[in-house]
C-alpha cells in the first residue's frame, strides 16, 4: 500500500514504507486459534438440548468480543501503524479511530540507533531511535528492515549536514 502523496510536501517523494514488522501479528493470530477452538469445544460441550440453552449465545457473545478485542484491534493498529521515510523527513503514524504521528525533518536528527534482540536480529526488525532537537530520543519498536531505515537515516543526516538535498 503506498503512501497517501497528498501528505508529502512539495519535491518530497517516499523512499521507504512500512507497518510494523509482521512478529506483531503472532499474538493475535494464536488468539484467533485459541478462541476459535475454545468456541467449537464449548459449542459441542453445551450442544442442543443442554441442561443450559442461553450458555451457546453467552459463547458467542463473549467469543466475539474476544475476537474484537484480541484479534481485529490489534490487526487494525498493524494496518493503521506507519514508517516512512522520506525524501525531507520521517514520519510515524498510527491510530484506528483517533491518528497521531511523528513528523521529523531530516535536517533535524541528530543520531539515529537501532536495538535489537536476539529474536529480532534473526527476524530482521528492532528498535528504531531517533535523536533529535527534541529533549528526548524516539523509539519506535517492531520497525521491520530496521538496518535499510537506518543507513537511509544515516544517509540522509550526513547528506544534509554536507548541504545537499537528499533522495531528490
Not at 67 to 81: D, I, K
Not at 131 to 160: C, K, M, N
Request: a negative charge.
Amino acid at each position: 500500500m503506498a503512501y497517501p502523496d497528498d501528505l508529502l510536501g512539495e519535491g518530497e517523494h517516499v523512499l521507504l514504507h512500512r507497518h510494523p514488522h509482521w512478529k506483531t501479528l503472532c499474538g493475535p493470530l494464536a488468539a484467533l486459534v485459541l478462541l476459535v477452538g475454545a468456541g467449537g469445544w464449548l459449542a459441542v460441550a453445551a450442544a442442543p438440548g443442554s441442561w443450559w440453552f442461553p450458555l451457546p449465545w453467552v459463547v458467542l457473545g463473549l467469543g466475539g468480543v474476544l475476537l474484537l478485542w484480541l484479534v481485529l484491534a490489534p490487526l487494525l493498529r498493524w494496518a493503521t501503524t506507519h514508517f516512512v521515510v522520506t525524501s525531507h523527513r520521517l514520519m510515524i503514524r498510527e491510530g484506528v479511530l483517533t491518528r497521531s504521528g511523528v513528523h521529523i525533518p531530516v535536517a533535524r536528527i541528530n543520531s539515529v540507533q537501532s536495538r535489537r534482540s536476539l529474536l529480532d536480529r534473526i527476524l530482521g526488525s528492532g528498535t528504531l531511535i531517533v535523536e533529535s532537537a527534541s529533549d528526548e530520543p524516539l523509539e519506535f519498536e517492531d520497525v521491520p528492515g530496521i538496518d535499510r531505515f537506518q543507513s537511509l537515516l544515516h544517509g540522509a543526516v550526513d547528506d544534509e549536514s554536507h548541504g545537499e538535498r537528499f533522495g531528490g
